[in-house]
C-alpha cells in the first residue's frame, strides 16, 4: 500500500484541481468571479424554493377537453365495431354531440347487433384497488335513442379515473420539461383527482414557467382537404371529416387551411427533436427525428402524396403546410414557422418532452419569496463551519499528525462535493444542507476504521509499513459494507421522494461517493509521501 501507483496519483491530482475549478465560481464574490476567465465562470450551485424563492403555480386538467377526446375515441371504436360485425352493420353520422357519442344505424332490424356489438365495447373502470377491477362500475353506458342513434356517455366514476391518469402523466411531462436532469429541485406534486402544484426554485416569473407548462405541446401531421375552395373555408362551409385550423404564425401567414380531421402521424413518435439553423437561410428551425413506427408511417406518407402540401400541426395550429417534394425515409425531417431562436429551442423542449394528455387550466400563480433565505444559509453555513471544526479537532486530539491528514482529506472532500453539485446543476435545499452537514460529521467515519484497524496492528508488534499497508487492506470490506448501504438508502429516497426529500438523497450520495474517495485515496498518498519523507521508527498514532 506505500507504494502507491501513478495512476491513482494523478487520479487524486487531476480529481482535485478540476474539483477547485468547478467549485470556486461558487465561493468567490462576484467582483472576483466577474474577473475570472471564461472557462472558470462555470455553473454554480442553484439554491432550493426555500432559499431564494421562486415561482408557484396550481393547475387543473381540463376535463371537459379530457371527456371530449375519449368520446371522440369512442365514436371511432363504435364505428369500427360496426364495420367489423358479420356481416357488417350499416351506419352514418358517426360523432359526438353533448355528452355523448352518437352513431346512427340505418337498418332498424341490424339494431339488436349494433347494441350488443356497442356493448361489448364497454371495460370496468380499474380503480387501481386489490385484487383488479373497481366492482361493477362500468366506463360506459349503451342507451339507443329515437330514430336508430346508439348512445355512448362516459360515467363519472371512469371520468374521475381519466382524470386521475391525465394528472399522472402531466406531473411525468412536467417534470421532463422543468427539471430533465431530476436534480433541480422542482416539486410536482398532486392535489386531489385533477390538480397539480408546481414550485420551481430561482423561477422569479410566473408567467414564464406558465408558458413552457401549459402548452399542451401535441404535434400532429395532416393532409390537407383539396376539395374545399379558400371560400368555403373562409365561409366555414367544411365537409364531415376535414377541419379549419388557422396558421399559428399570422404575421407570416394569413388566414388557414382546410385539413383532414384524422392526423396521418402522431408527434408521440418522435424520439428527438432539436434546434437548429437552416444551412441555406440561416433560419431557426427545428429538426425531429421518429422511431421505428414513426420512420415507416412517416415513408409511406410522403410516398404516396408526392408533389401534394400536408400541414405540421401543433395544438390544432398549422405551424407550416409544406408540399412534399420526394419521399422522406430516413426517418427524420424539420419543422420551419418564423421561429426566433428561443421559440426554437422552447419548441424542441416540449416535443422531447412530450405531449400533455389534456391542457392544463392554472388556477393560481404566484411568485415565492424565499422567508428563511439568506439567514438559512448563514445558518447553515455556520453549522457546516462548527461540524467541520469540531471533527478537525475531534481527528487531531484522537489521531495527531494521521488526524491532520484527514482533516486535509475532509477539505478536498468539501470542495467535490461543491463541485459535483455545481456540475450536475443540483438544488440546495434546507434539508439538503442538512445531508450535506451530516456528510461532513460521516466523512472521517472511514479514517476511523482505517487507523484502529493500524493501532491494532502496531500493538500486535507489526512494522510501521506492514501496520499502514493492513490499515488500507483489512478495513476497506468494512468502507465498502458501510457505504454502500447508505448509497441504497439514498436511491431509494431519490427514487420514491420528491423535492426537498430528492435533494436530501442527492447531495447525501454525492457526499458519500466523495468521502470513501478522498478518506481511502487522499489519505493514503498523504501518509505514503509522509512515510517516504520521515522512515519512522513507529507510527505517531
Not at 55 to 78: K, M
Not at 183 to 190: F, G, K, L, W, Y
Not at 348 to 372: D, F, K, M, Q, W
Amino acid at each position: 500500500m506505500l507504494q502507491v501507483a501513478r495512476w491513482r496519483i494523478v487520479l487524486v491530482l487531476v480529481t482535485t484541481v478540476l474539483g477547485i475549478i468547478f467549485a470556486l465560481p461558487n465561493l468567490a464574490p462576484p467582483s472576483v468571479l466577474n474577473a475570472l476567465p471564461a472557462f472558470l465562470r462555470g455553473p454554480t450551485i442553484n439554491l432550493g424554493l426555500d432559499l431564494r424563492g421562486g415561482s408557484h403555480l396550481l393547475l387543473e386538467v381540463d376535463v371537459a377537453t379530457l371527456r371530449r377526446q375519449r368520446l371522440e375515441q369512442i365514436s371511432d371504436n363504435l364505428g369500427t365495431a360496426l364495420r367489423d360485425a358479420t356481416p357488417r352493420i350499416a351506419y352514418s353520422g358517426r360523432g359526438v354531440s353533448g355528452d355523448a357519442a352518437r352513431i346512427r344505424v340505418l337498418n332498424e332490424a341490424d339494431m339488436p347487433r349494433a347494441l350488443a356489438a356497442a356493448r361489448a365495447l364497454v371495460n370496468p373502470v380499474n380503480t387501481g384497488a386489490i385484487g383488479g377491477g373497481g366492482g361493477n362500475e362500468q366506463d360506459l353506458t349503451i342507451t339507443q335513442a329515437e330514430g336508430g342513434i346508439i348512445e355512448a356517455r362516459i360515467t363519472d366514476s371512469a371520468l374521475r379515473q381519466l382524470a386521475r391518469q391525465a394528472v399522472g402523466q402531466s406531473i411525468e411531462v412536467i417534470r421532463r420539461r422543468i427539471d430533465p436532469s431530476g436534480v433541480a429541485e422542482v416539486t410536482i406534486v398532486r392535489q386531489g383527482d385533477d390538480r397539480i402544484v408546481v414550485q420551481a426554485p430561482g423561477v422569479s416569473d410566473p408567467e414564464q414557467l406558465s408558458r413552457r407548462i401549459g402548452q399542451t405541446a401535441r404535434l400532429t401531421f395532416h393532409l390537407l382537404d383539396p376539395n374545399v375552395s379558400p371560400e368555403d373555408a373562409a365561409a366555414g362551409r367544411v365537409p364531415p371529416g376535414a377541419v379549419f385550423m388557422q396558421y399559428a404564425n399570422q404575421e407570416q401567414f394569413q388566414g388557414g387551411i382546410v385539413v383532414r380531421r384524422r392526423p396521418a402521424l402522431a408527434g408521440d413518435m418522435l424520439t428527438d427533436a432539436q434546434p437548429r439553423f437552416e444551412q441555406q437561410s440561416n433560419q431557426p428551425i427545428v429538426s425531429f427525428r421518429f422511431n421505428q413506427n414513426g420512420a415507416r408511417i412517416f415513408c409511406r406518407l410522403t410516398t404516396e402524396n408526392v408533389d401534394k402540401p400536408f400541414a405540421i400541426v401543433l395544438d390544432d395550429r398549422v405551424l407550416t403546410a409544406p408540399v412534399i417534394n420526394e419521399p422522406i425515409c430516413g426517418g427524420s425531417g424539420q419543422i420551419s414557422g418564423g421561429f426566433t431562436p428561443e421559440r426554437a429551442n422552447e419548441l424542441a423542449v416540449l416535443l422531447r418532452a412530450g405531449a400533455l394528455p389534456a391542457p392544463l387550466t392554472i388556477i393560481e400563480r404566484r411568485s415565492v419569496t424565499a422567508e428563511l433565505g439568506q439567514d438559512a444559509i448563514n445558518n447553515g453555513a455556520f453549522a457546516g463551519v462548527l461540524a467541520g471544526l469540531a471533527t478537525l479537532v475531534f481527528m487531531v486530539l484522537a489521531y495527531g499528525l494521521f488526524g491532520i491528514f484527514a482533516c486535509i482529506a475532509l477539505v478536498v472532500n468539501g470542495i467535490l462535493i461543491i463541485a459535483a453539485m455545481s456540475i450536475f446543476g443540483a438544488a440546495l435545499t434546507l434539508p439538503g444542507i442538512a445531508g450535506l452537514i451530516l456528510t461532513i460529521a460521516m466523512a472521517v467515519d472511514a479514517n476511523v476504521l482505517i487507523y484502529e484497524r493500524m493501532r491494532d496492528e502496531q500493538r500486535m508488534g507489526r512494522s510501521p509499513a506492514l501496520a499502514i499497508d493492513a490499515g488500507f487492506g483489512r478495513a476497506m470490506i468494512t468502507i465498502i459494507d458501510a457505504n454502500l448501504t447508505t448509497i441504497l438508502a439514498a436511491l431509494i429516497l431519490f427514487q420514491f421522494g420528491v423535492g426537498p426529500v430528492r435533494g436530501f438523497a442527492w447531495t447525501l450520495s454525492i457526499g458519500v461517493i466523495t468521502s470513501v474517495f478522498t478518506a481511502v485515496l487522499v489519505t493514503q498518498l498523504l501518509i505514503a509521501w509522509w512515510f517516504r519523507a520521515a522512515r519512522p521508527k513507529r507510527l505517531p498514532i
